[in-house]
T-cell receptor, first 113, second 114 residues
Framework: KAGVTQTPRYLIKTRGQQVTLSCSPI?????VSWYQQTPGQGLQFLFE???????NKGNFPGRFSGRQFSNSRSEMNVSTLELGDSALYLC????????????FGPGTRLTVT | AQSVTQLDSQVPVFEEAPVELRCNYS??????LFWYVQYPNQGLQLLLK??????LVKGINGFEAEFNKSQTSFHLRKPSVHISDTAEYFC????????????FGQGTRLTINP
């Protein structure tokens, strides 16, 4: 069974631009969570989607948004990029919400210049 | 709210030596506990988890961890490490009430010297 895939793997954007990252969960998994990883703040939860509905949200500004499609694929969007948004963005999928195991993708490395 | 403290940011050990990576957590509710490993330029891989039952949990690659409720700790151990264990290790908790959110510690970089 294929793992969690994230595209693109690497991205370079300029301040003020917006970006969309994509995540395809493991087949049959219906919950997708997003995390931001930076050297300073570590791993932080962004949000979780289950059955196309956002179920949980972390403490991030409204510039960070996401959505989930009927096939469970998810996208996250960051508008008006700031230098501090440079990070590794990780997507994780699990069978159901409240699941005990989350399977992580390789991440998208976003660099904002 | 939960918080996780990994007491060592870096741990250097020699190959075939034992290792312990320390993790303490704080929470006002019951939690599930996890250890993840991250190899360079990769995502996170689940090593082991504690949900309930036996406080000694065995995971992949010869790792194990012990849940100590009174000390709110979940330390990770391996009796004999290999060069391939060089990676960053993250302790994490989640709320048993069902929130999907994982709260992570800052990570411990394990370096194995030959």
């Amino acid at each position: 069974k294929a793992g969690v895939t994230q595209t693109p793997r690497y991205l370079i954007k300029t301040r003020g631009q917006q970006v969309t990252l994509s995540c395809s969960p493991i087949s049959g998994h219906r919950s997708v969570s997003w995390y931001q990883q930076t050297p300073g703040q570590g791993l932080q939860f962004l949000f979780e989607y289950f059955s196309e509905t956002q179920r949980n949200k972390g403490n991030f500004p409204g510039r960070f948004s996401g959505r989930q499609f009927s096939n469970s694929r998810s996208e996250m969007n960051v508008s008006t990029l700031e230098l501090g948004d440079s990070a590794l963005y990780l997507c994780a999928s699990s069978l159901i919400t409240g699941s005990y195991e989350q399977y992580f993708g390789p991440g998208t490395r976003l660099t904002v210049t | 709210a939960q918080s996780v403290t990994q007491l060592d940011s870096q741990v250097p050990v020699f190959e075939e030596a034992p290792v312990e990576l320390r993790c303490n957590y704080s929470s006002s509710v019951s939690v599930y506990l996890f250890w993840y490993v991250q190899y360079p330029n990769q995502g996170l891989q689940l090593l082991l988890k504690y949900l309930s039952g036996s406080t000694l949990v065995k995971g992949i690659n010869g790792f194990e961890a012990e849940f100590n409720k009174s000390q709110t700790s979940f330390h990770l151990r391996k009796p004999s490490v290999h060069i391939s264990d060089t990676a960053e290790y993250f302790c994490a908790v989640s709320d048993v009430q069902g929130a999907q959110k994982l709260v992570f510690g800052q990570g411990t970089r394990l370096t194995i010297n030959p």
